[in-house]
């Protein structure tokens, strides 16, 4: 995968192609493979961009908490973070 590929903590959309990335506190960013892009928020409520229609799913899927380190779209490094929490 090249670095222009990479996702860095988003979901490619299935059908769509669609990149969908968490933005800030129930807030998910949509970009579109033509390079169009969209903000909604939690449930895939429009907030503003030129794109307008979205999977609610993955706007819910993208904006829920998880634990910062153990979940696999965490942009840390689980061995790393305990190597430190061993430190204290």
């Given at each position: 995968?090249?670095?222009?590929?990479?996702?860095?903590?988003?979901?490619?959309?299935?059908?769509?192609?669609?990149?969908?990335?968490?933005?800030?506190?129930?807030?998910?960013?949509?970009?579109?493979?033509?390079?169009?892009v969209?903000?909604?928020?939690?449930?895939?409520?429009?907030?503003?961009g030129?794109?307008?229609?979205?999977?609610?799913?993955?706007?819910?899927?993208?904006s829920?908490?998880?634990?910062?380190?153990?979940?696999?779209?965490?942009?840390?490094?689980?061995?790393?973070?305990?190597?430190?929490?061993?430190?204290?």
């Amino acid at each position: 995968m090249t670095s222009k590929n990479k996702l860095q903590g988003g979901i490619r959309h299935g059908f769509s192609g669609a990149v969908y990335t968490p933005d800030g506190p129930d807030r998910v960013r949509v970009t579109r493979p033509d390079g169009a892009v969209g903000l909604f928020d939690g449930i895939g409520r429009w907030i503003e961009g030129e794109v307008y229609d979205v999977d609610p799913e993955m706007c819910i899927w993208m904006s829920i908490n998880r634990a910062t380190v153990s979940h696999r779209l965490s942009s840390q490094d689980p061995i790393q973070e305990r190597t430190h929490e061993g430190d204290k």
